[in-house]
């Protein structure tokens, strides 16, 4: 049902037409005159004005350019008894629907008046559609222009059609600057993303998660993962380009950097239930400002962990100072400690801070504190009993706010039995005793640490060596490793540096280590090898990859290797994804 505007002077008519169109579910708005009817025209919407041309006062093509100028949507018939050229020229230049003249039938005027809201249902479609897609245009412009990763659309001709904020950021150029060109000459080094451009207009098939580098300046190197699709038209399904997503993986590349190298556990590395109580006490004790004993063998890391404790402790940004006190002797060793006066002894011929009083709001690593003498060992004491110590040669005390970590590899427990170390200064020590594993016992760690150390290796002799070969895996894995992560470490650095293969060998490995390998007693942590149905590392690798439906980070944490390690490894071994 409408609601239509009737406009008939005369009433007889007026209930007539009223009359047919009312017959057709309609409602019907009857209007006198041209005041009456804008009177309707105020009140409510219209879907029909019928209205004769010779009214009392104006004429219906007034109310007509009335309609217009108010920008009412309604469709307009005219109805006249005086057909005239000059007025039905006006009501068409003015966009009446359809021209009667009298007589009018019913049936005419019901044809004339389905026609004429059928018109109207269009338009108001049209119109309907038209702000649904200036709708959908503005979201469309909105999103492109807001989210994070980069898109640019290039014709087929590789020419630059549209290039969003993100985009240009990335590139580090102005969007005005780059629509229009031809895509290579947008930006240097961008070549492997034209690459990508080029593969996706002339095979019609995307490219996906393409890593590239892109050096903006000399300090600036973006790390990108790059994308290519078709562009199709959505209504005639036309080939019209391509469109490439870019999005800037560098903060997340860098954070991944600084998970792997970070101050808190630096060269940390092991995921053996071992390691993880470690770290897991570390996250804890930094918190604190309890005084730590760190014991372990030799190259078990004792250093590694009390740097990790003071960087992720409230005083992080005060300093961290490091005293080896079993490599001086006790008259400089004390001095190095607690600091001097001119002419304290000879050779002081000026004022020396300490490390206790340069260590003042950070931390001191007091490393193999079992070889401090007596003597030290009550001045240490002191220091931790009351915060205070004098320099030598001065009675004046100086207060210090340090944090204490020591470190050993003796039985200090045994050392107080044989009257060689202070019960009360262990006790002030031994607040926190951390334990740090040997290499032997936690096996599972080396696949891990050998990754770690070759990325290390990598990059300072620019080199890219994949990793080791499954049979010298072997080796390292059981090999006793007496000098723990320090003689491993060492180990493969040698092994680098002689090696000219894709892979380290077991022929690039020191002669100890094949002289003295074992195997791990009982069935602790099994070595690295080939699963049970003797799969090679490559085959080992596309087994889980499929596994993983090719996830790369599901498949290096099955590896326990890093991303990187395993890119490099599917370089090597010429490993990529099939086309489906």
């Known amino acids: 049902m409408a609601r239509i505007l009737l406009v008939e002077d005369e009433s007889v008519l007026r209930l007539t037409f009223g009359e047919f169109l009312t017959q057709e579910g309609h409602e019907v708005l009857p209007a006198a005159d041209y005041n009456q009817a804008l ?6 919407n219209v879907d029909l004005v019928i209205t004769d041309i010779i009214l009392a006062g104006k004429t219906g093509v ?80 909105a999103i492109f222009n807001s989210v994070n990763e980069g898109i640019i659309t290039v014709d087929a001709n590789m020419s630059v059609r549209q290039v969003n904020p993100a985009a240009a950021g990335i590139l580090g150029l102005p969007s005005c600057a780059l ?53 199709i038209s959505s209504e005639a399904g036309a080939f019209k380009g391509a469109v490439m997503m870019i999005r800037d993986m560098t903060r997340l590349t860098r954070l991944e950097q600084q998970v792997e190298d970070s101050q808190q556990y630096r060269d940390m590395i092991g995921k053996s239930q071992r390691m993880q109580e470690i770290f897991s006490l570390i996250r804890e004790l930094a918190e604190t400002d309890s005084t730590v004993l760190i014991c372990g063998e030799s190259g078990t890391g004792k250093e590694l962990v009390a740097a990790a404790l003071h960087h992720a402790s409230p005083r992080a940004s005060g300093p961290f100072l490091k005293v080896n006190c079993a490599a001086l002797s006790e008259d400089i060793l004390e001095s190095e400690l607690f600091g001097h006066v001119r002419g304290a002894f000879t050779g002081a011929i000026k004022d020396r801070v300490g490390r206790f009083e340069a260590a003042d709001g950070g931390t001191i690593l007091l490393d193999e504190i079992g070889d401090i003498s007596p003597r030290l060992q009550l001045r240490l004491l002191r220091v931790l009993q009351e915060r205070e110590f004098e320099r030598v040669g001065s009675s004046t005390p100086v207060r210090t706010n340090v944090r204490v970590i020591a470190s050993t590899n003796q039985d200090l427990e ?93 022929k690039h490995l020191p002669p100890e280590l094949h002289r003295h390998a074992v195997q791990p007693a009982g069935g602790g942590d099994t070595a690295w090898r080939t699963d049970a149905g003797g799969l090679s590392e490559r085959e080992q690798i596309i087994a889980l990859l499929k596994q993983t439906d090719w996830n790369m980070a599901k498949t290096a944490r099955h590896l326990g290797i890093a991303r990187n390690t395993l890119y490099q490894k599917l370089k090597s071994y010429q490993i990529s994804r099939p086309r489906d």
């Open 39 to 44: 009177s309707h025209l105020s009140n409510g």
């Open 179 to 231: 629509s229009g060109k031809p895509f290579a000459s947008i930006r240097d080094g961008f070549d492997s993303a034209r690459e990508a451009l080029e593969e996706t207009l002339r095979t019609r098939n995307p490219v996906v998660d393409r890593r590239i580098e892109l050096r903006r300046n000399r300090d600036d190197i973006r790390i990108l993962l790059v994308s290519t699709m078709p562009l």
């Open 62 to 141: 007034d109310l007509l350019r009335s309609v217009r100028e108010r920008g009412i949507k309604c469709q307009v018939i005219m109805i006249t008894g005086e057909p005239n050229v000059e007025t039905a020229a006006e009501a068409v230049r003015l966009g009446a629907f359809d021209y009667l003249p009298k007589p009018v039938t019913r049936t005419a005027l019901q044809r004339v008046t389905r026609l004429a809201l059928e018109q109207k249902a269009l338009a108001d479609e049209r119109d309907h559609y038209a702000k649904q897609m200036d709708i959908f245009r503005s979201d469309l412009e």
């Open 414 to 506: 045994e050392k107080i039995r044989r009257g060689e170390f202070r019960q009360d200064l262990y006790y002030r020590l031994n607040v926190v005793r951390l334990h740090l594993p040997p290499l032997r016992e936690r096996r599972q760690d080396i696949p891990l640490l050998v990754d770690h150390f070759l990325r290390r290796h990598n990059k300072v002799f620019k080199r890219e060596v994949a990793g080791a070969a499954p049979d010298t895996m072997e080796i390292l894995m059981t090999y006793p490793w007496p000098g723990n992560v320090r003689e491993l470490e060492n180990c493969l650095e040698r092994a680098f540096i002689v090696c000219h293969d894709s892979h380290i060998l077991p």
